[in-house]
């Protein structure tokens, strides 16, 4: 499943910015952070000066060590990461019960575990 190799260049969604670096989501599986040191030569102040929330956008791997916990290690530096659209979002649906349906299952599950937890008393 190692579909990710290093200097290879993906496109991704930007998930969340934090002043340490840009989280990005490569597919259903991955995703990768381009650390603020990966961003520019320059010194970044702030790294949504460069991204915003949703944005899709071009990365180079620069660190594949980590695809077994299905992280990337990506870089901005000296490319044209940009895409100039936004990540297709699937609007999830709120169903009419709202949280009634765990408040409905709640119960179920504390009993069962209870009756788990009794077994295996009952065992030892």
């Known amino acids: ?3 990710y190799k290093k200097n290879q260049i993906v496109k991704g969604c930007v998930t ?3 002043k340490y670096g840009i989280f990005v989501s490569l597919d259903d599986y991955y995703s990768g952070l381009i650390h603020i040191s990966e961003i520019s030569d320059f010194f970044v102040k702030n790294p ?16 594949d060590s980590e695809l077994e916990s299905f992280h990337v290690k990506l870089s901005i530096k000296n490319m044209d990461y940009r895409f100039n659209k936004q990540c297709r979002r699937v609007k999830i649906v709120e169903t009419s019960k709202g949280f009634m349906t765990l408040g409905e299952s709640l119960p179920i ?3 069962s575990k ?8 009952q065992k030892n």
């Open 16 to 18: 969340g910015i934090e």
């Open 109 to 111: 599950w504390i009993l």
């Open 114 to 121: 209870k009756e788990e937890i009794k077994e295996k008393m």
């Open 1 to 3: 499943m190692n579909q």
């Open 48 to 63: 949504a000066d460069y991204v915003h929330i949703g944005e899709t956008i071009r990365a180079r791997v620069v660190d």
